[in-house]
């Protein structure tokens, strides 16, 4: 097993902002404006029963944190939210994997999903579409395992799989191959809030996953030819070494 550290403010990451990479929230919309996100393109929400719509607005926070998680380390990225939650953080392999082609459709390089499910039963449904957005050249980031539970789409092949590390800056994040496996292991805080306490404040994988996505926004803006997660991997271990 190996393990190294990248930090936002050394070599690779250090003096970018990730522009000219369009990243892609899947989560429960993003609220237009906030102070800590500024200016996305234009939302898509997508109904369970069919079709989509342009109300993209975040009724529960969730997707608003993700996304400053994500413009925290990545400032200049743009950023398309597509919601896919409503009232709570729950929706089908259906609605999720027509946002998954959504986005690929879009031309996101990167899809940031802060999400998943355990029941193996989605597996195919997930798979189709994850396969499809690699294909177009998108880099998919979503929670690979917690707790030793592995959950889709994350541990799926040709993610980025993220897990937790409480111990790790949230500038930054750890690259840990154990077993053949390399996923990247990142703080779960989000942007903080002031006057709130960070353990008071909403923190787990899913700011993990965000915090990886804004650092490989700003690694991107430096590699724009790197469309696939192994390519990704690949480059910052020969950087790690």
Same mark, same amino acid.
């Given at each position: 097993?190996w !393990?190294?550290?990248? #930090?936002?403010?050394d070599?690779?990451?250090?003096? $970018?902002?990730?522009?000219?990479?369009?990243?892609?929230?899947?989560? !429960? +919309?993003?609220?237009? /404006?906030?102070?800590?996100?500024?200016?996305? *393109?234009?939302?898509?929400r997508?109904?369970?029963?069919?079709?989509?719509?342009?109300?993209?607005?975040?009724?529960?926070?969730?997707?608003?944190?993700?996304?400053? #998680?994500?413009?925290?380390?990545?400032?200049?990225?743009?950023?398309?939210p597509?919601?896919?939650?409503?009232?709570?953080? !729950?929706?089908t392999? *259906?609605?999720?994997?027509?946002?998954?082609r959504?986005?690929?459709?879009r031309?996101?390089?990167?899809?940031?999903?802060?999400?998943?499910?355990?029941?193996? =039963?989605? $597996?195919?449904?997930?798979? %189709?579409?994850v +396969?499809?957005?690699?294909?177009?050249g998108?880099?998919?980031?979503?929670p690979?395992?917690?707790?030793?539970?592995?959950?889709?789409? /994350?541990?799926?092949?040709?993610?980025?799989?993220v897990a937790?590390?409480?111990?790790?800056?949230?500038?930054?994040? $750890?690259?840990?191959?154990?077993?053949?496996?390399?996923?990247?292991?990142?703080?779960g805080?989000?942007?903080?809030?002031?006057?709130?306490?960070?353990?008071?404040?909403?923190?787990?994988?899913?700011? =993990?996953?965000?915090?990886?996505?804004?650092?490989?926004?700003?690694w991107l803006?430096?590699?724009?030819?790197?469309?696939?997660? *192994?390519?990704?991997?690949? !480059?910052? %271990?020969?950087?790690?070494?």
């Open positions: 097993m !393990s190294k550290t990248f #930090a936002i403010d070599p690779p990451f250090a003096g $970018r902002t990730g522009r000219g990479v369009r990243v892609a929230v899947i989560d !429960s +919309g993003v609220a237009r /404006g906030h102070p800590h996100v500024g200016q996305t *393109e234009p939302g898509i997508i109904h369970e029963e069919a079709g989509e719509d342009e109300e993209a607005e975040d009724r529960i926070g969730h997707g608003t944190a993700v996304a400053a #998680a994500i413009r925290e380390k990545a400032p200049e990225a743009g950023i398309l597509i919601r896919v939650f409503d009232l709570h953080l !729950s929706t392999a *259906e609605v999720l994997a027509r946002a998954i959504l986005a690929a459709g031309g996101c390089q990167l899809i940031n999903l802060s999400l998943g499910t355990t029941n193996p =039963a989605r $597996r195919p449904m997930l798979e %189709e579409a +396969g499809e957005a690699i294909h177009t998108c880099i998919v980031v979503s690979g395992a917690q707790d030793g539970i592995e959950w889709l789409p /994350g541990c799926l092949d040709g993610v980025i799989r937790l590390d409480w111990t790790c800056p949230r500038n930054a994040f $750890r690259m840990r191959e154990d077993e053949g496996r390399i996923a990247i292991h990142a703080s805080y989000p942007r903080p809030i002031p006057l709130v306490l960070p353990h008071r404040n909403i923190h787990g994988i899913s700011f =993990a996953t965000a915090n990886t996505t804004g650092m490989l926004a700003r803006e430096g590699h724009p030819d790197v469309r696939r997660a *192994e390519d990704v991997l690949r !480059s910052l %271990e020969t950087e790690a070494e």
